[in-house]
C-alpha cells in the first residue's frame, strides 16, 4: 500500500534554535498533504494544508512565521518550527493525499525543545 | 465547520469482552467517516471506514456503520484482546463547505484491556 514517510522520528533541539521535519510519499504522488499537532493524549489538530508549488493554507490560531511549510515537489513537504521554544514540544504528524482522495498518515515526529 | 464528538474515556475492559465507542458528528457537505487507531508511541494507522450512508466498515474484527440519519460511526468489536489497547480516533472528511477534504478528529479514546 501507500507510504508516506516522516524523518525523524525524533528530534530533540535548543531553545531558539530551528528544526525541520520532513514528510515524504515514497511510492505516490501526492498534490496536497496535512500538518498536524498532537499534544499529549489530546486529539490532532489541524495545522496547516500543503499544496504543491502553492503556499500553504494555514489554520486559525497557527503561526504561519513559526511554522514554515514548504511543499517543493509531488513527493515532499517541510514543516520547519523555527526560533523553537519548549511549548512547541509536541508530536507532529503529516499525511498525504493520494489517488482516489485517500489519506495516508507518516509515521509522526516527537519534537523536544530544551 | 465540521465536528466530531466521541465516548470519552478511557474505557478500561478485561479480554474477551465486548467493546463499543460512540461518535458523533456534524458536518457540512458529503461527510465520509473513519476510525483511526493510534499504538503507544506510533503514528495513525485507518482502522476502517465508510463511504456511503448504511455501509458498514470493518477490520481486524472491528466494525462500524454510518447511520447518516443518526449521524453516527459507532465502533464496535465482540471480543476484545490485549493487543487492542491503544488510542481510537473517530474521523471525518467531508467535500463542502469550508472544510472541504480536511479530516476532523473527535477527542480519542484510550481503550486499555487487561488480561
Known amino acids: 500500500g501507500a507510504v508516506v514517510s516522516q524523518h525523524p522520528s525524533r528530534v530533540i533541539c535548543k531553545s531558539g534554535t530551528s528544526v525541520k521535519i520532513e514528510c515524504r510519499s515514497l511510492d505516490f504522488q501526492a498534490t496536497t498533504m496535512f500538518w498536524y499537532r498532537q499534544f499529549p493524549k489530546q486529539s490532532l489538530m489541524l495545522m496547516a494544508t500543503s499544496n504543491e508549488g502553492s503556499k500553504a493554507t494555514y489554520e486559525q490560531g497557527v503561526e504561519k512565521d513559526k511554522f514554515l511549510i514548504n511543499h517543493a515537489s509531488l513527493t515532499l513537504s517541510t514543516l520547519t518550527v523555527t526560533s523553537a521554544h519548549p511549548e512547541d514540544s509536541s508530536f507532529y504528524i503529516c499525511s498525504a493525499q493520494g489517488g482516489g482522495n485517500t489519506i495516508y498518515f507518516g509515521e509522526g515526529s516527537w519534537l523536544t525543545v530544551v | 465547520g465540521n465536528s466530531v464528538t466521541q465516548m470519552e474515556g478511557p474505557v478500561t475492559l478485561s479480554e474477551e469482552a465486548f467493546l463499543t465507542i460512540n461518535c458523533t458528528y456534524t458536518?457540512?457537505?458529503?461527510?465520509?467517516p473513519f476510525w483511526y487507531v493510534q499504538y503507544p508511541g506510533e503514528g495513525l494507522q485507518l482502522l476502517l471506514k465508510a463511504t456511503k450512508a448504511d455501509d458498514k466498515g470493518s477490520n481486524k474484527g472491528f466494525e462500524a456503520t454510518y447511520r447518516k440519519e443518526t449521524t453516527s460511526f459507532h465502533l464496535e468489536k465482540g471480543s476484545v484482546q490485549v493487543s487492542d489497547s491503544a488510542v481510537y480516533f473517530c474521523?471525518?472528511?467531508?467535500?463542502?463547505?469550508?472544510?472541504?477534504?480536511?479530516?476532523?478528529f473527535g477527542q480519542g479514546t484510550i481503550l486499555t484491556v487487561h488480561p
Open positions: 458536518a457540512t457537505g458529503y461527510p465520509s
Open positions: 474521523a471525518l472528511r467531508s467535500f463542502g463547505g469550508t472544510s472541504y477534504g480536511k479530516l476532523t
